[in-house]
């Protein structure tokens, strides 16, 4: 049996379980199996030991994006002039009764919901509420919880995840390197050597900071270095290319 997959973001149980026999009608109507055509749900976890610290990564994360831009988004989704003076509040006693959810956006209503909780604005765009897939902060358990409940619902057939950060997304703990130039005169130098390894990003920030003096405010993620250090990591790690005493691979030449 030939099975084709459709890939889409529906916000809600309801949406998604909508589209799914949508589609599943469609093929039916071309004498076609529905079993044939999957619909994977997306959505991005971000998970932590608790809730608390899958938010304070999401707030991490938040600090490379646009918050100003942002903010204008969350007012327009919820019908009120937000700003960026308001980052750092809660939505006052005098907005709360005119603020409504944007009928043409399936993500306002659930920005609403988490404003009203009573969050400041920085941390109810935290919640992932402006993605554009559905977002899962929380414990291993929340996010198991999240498919379980879609699947079980009939909302979808799979799922496909979207990582919160290329850098570090794909494991639960963060390794942090120290990487020298890519170039260097120094010929016994190493191409990285690792400085720690944290089961959560903000410690590995502390560590990095207390061990190499580093400034947070002036790191870059090195697109190219990423790439091969997750290629070392999906490799377990061999001995003979460890950060950790060993030399990384040679460089190439110089053109």
Request: with cysteine; charged share 25%; net charge negative.
């Amino acid at each position: 049996m030939a099975v084709e997959v459709l890939l889409d973001n529906p916000y809600t149980i309801a949406d998604a379980r909508a589209q799914r026999q949508a589609l599943r009608d469609a093929a039916k109507r071309v004498g076609r199996d529905p079993d044939e055509v999957k619909l994977l749900a997306g959505f991005m976890p971000t998970i932590a030991p608790s809730r608390q610290a899958a938010l304070e990564r999401r707030r991490f994360l938040d600090e490379v994006v646009d918050l100003n831009q942002r903010v204008r988004c969350l007012g327009a989704m919820i019908g009120l002039p937000l700003g960026p003076g308001q980052l750092d509040e809660q939505l006052t006693a005098d907005q709360l009764p005119d603020a409504i959810p944007s009928p043409h956006d399936p993500r306002s209503a659930r920005a609403l919901e988490v404003a009203r909780d009573g969050w400041t604005l920085r941390d109810v765009l935290a919640h992932g509420v402006i993605d554009y897939h559905p977002v899962v902060a929380g414990t291993p358990a929340d996010v198991a919880d999240h498919m379980q409940q879609w699947f079980e619902a009939g909302a979808c057939d799979g799922f496909s995840i979207a990582i919160d950060s290329d850098h570090d997304g794909f494991d639960s703990f963060v390794d942090v390197v120290e990487f020298p130039p890519l170039y260097t005169d120094d010929e016994e130098g190493e191409f990285g050597r690792l400085v720690a390894s944290r089961d959560d990003p903000l410690i590995a920030l502390a560590a990095a900071e207390d061990a190499t003096g580093a400034e947070r405010g002036r790191w870059v993620n090195a697109g190219m270095v990423q790439d091969e250090y997750f290629d070392y990591v999906v490799a377990g790690r061999p001995a003979n290319s460890s950060p950790d005493g060993h030399p990384w691979p040679v460089p190439p030449p110089k053109r």
